[in-house]
């Protein structure tokens, strides 16, 4: 079924896709097998359901035979199972088949009822602005289905752009790539491309590490470990988050300014870059990198 609430889920990408977009807008579950045909029966339902509530509710679903870590995770021990979840927690579910009204009712507690529906609803008329909402409240699945619609009917280097900035957040970097080829006037957003390919190295290098567990128990035992606190502001900057990782750069200039031919000030400055010299962040850690160096 297609729908741009609709989206798959792993044991990689559950936290992120359902318990954290779970903490804007409720989402559905739907644990499934592709021989169970209960499964296939009740997702036009569930799909349905979460069209009508028009973005307000999330449809994720969970191949179980080949995400049974999820399947173990939440007791999952019959198939269809469908759970709700909101602010990170399961808070309604039900397994087995269920005739769309019960279903309704059983999510009018969390969320109420779903808009009455209105005739010849129009399109967006504005993709991208939809898409960059989505892009960030988290929710990279939407904004990607959304984008590639969007880019079907009508490409814009504008729409490729945020397309590539969304495929790269999903994790998948050599499409991303490839999008930003088919921009047709690159000139025209140097800035932006440039910004998405120095996230993209710092997600290209930060696959090559170890855990970030792992890297903070080293800190922890030697705090002098440079690698491992280099590392970690690396994983930090993947993630996008900037301030931890600045500041976890800083203290390694101040604890081991030459460690990797002063790799921390380097990447310092590519941060500054990423973010824009008007940035908070960047005018506050430009400042204290200058008291530190002068």
């Known amino acids: 079924m297609s729908s741009p609430y609709l989206f798959d889920v792993t044991t990689d990408t559950f936290d992120r896709y359902v318990l954290e977009n779970s903490f804007h807008k409720p989402v559905l579950v739907d644990f499934w097998a592709d021989w169970c045909a209960p499964c296939k029966a009740l997702l036009p339902t569930l799909t349905t359901i979460a069209?009508?509530?028009?973005?307000?509710?999330?449809?994720?679903?969970v191949n179980c035979d080949e995400e049974a870590a999820l399947s173990e995770r939440f007791g999952i021990r019959s198939l269809p199972t469908v759970v709700l979840f909101k602010d990170g927690q399961p808070v309604e579910g039900f397994a087995g088949i269920q005739p769309e009204s019960a279903i309704r009712e059983l999510l009018i507690p969390h969320i109420g009822a779903a808009p009455e529906p209105v005739a010849a609803a129009p399109e967006p008329a504005d993709p991208a602005a939809e898409a960059t909402t989505l892009l960030d409240t988290g929710a990279i699945?939407?904004?990607?289905?959304?984008?590639?619609q969007a880019i079907a009917e009508q490409s814009s280097d504008a729409l490729l752009l945020l397309l590539a900035r969304a495929l790269g957040e999903h994790g998948e970097l050599d499409d991303a790539e490839q999008v930003l080829g088919a921009i047709s006037k690159p000139e025209q957003h140097k800035e932006a491309i440039s910004q998405l390919k120095t996230q993209w190295v710092f997600k290209r290098q930060a696959a090559e590490y170890p855990a970030a567990e792992l890297l903070t128990s080293r800190l922890a035992s030697d705090p002098h470990d440079s690698e491992a606190a280099y590392?970690?502001?690396?994983?930090?900057?993947?993630?996008?988050?900037?301030?931890?990782?600045?500041?976890?750069?800083?203290?390694?200039?101040?604890?081991?300014?030459?460690?990797?031919?002063?790799?921390a000030?380097?990447?310092?400055?590519?941060?500054?870059?990423?973010?824009?010299?008007a940035n908070s962040l960047t005018i506050q850690y430009r400042r204290r990198l200058y008291q530190l160096l002068y």
């Open 265 to 277: 000030q380097k990447t310092l400055m590519q941060v500054f870059d990423l973010l824009g010299g």
């Open 51 to 61: 069209d009508s509530y028009a973005g307000e509710l999330l449809l994720a679903k």
């Open 231 to 263: 590392q970690l502001a690396i994983l930090g900057l993947a993630r996008q988050d900037y301030e931890n990782a600045m500041g976890g750069l800083l203290g390694l200039m101040q604890s081991d300014r030459s460690y990797a031919d002063g790799a």
């Open 141 to 148: 699945a939407e904004a990607i289905a959304l984008l590639q």
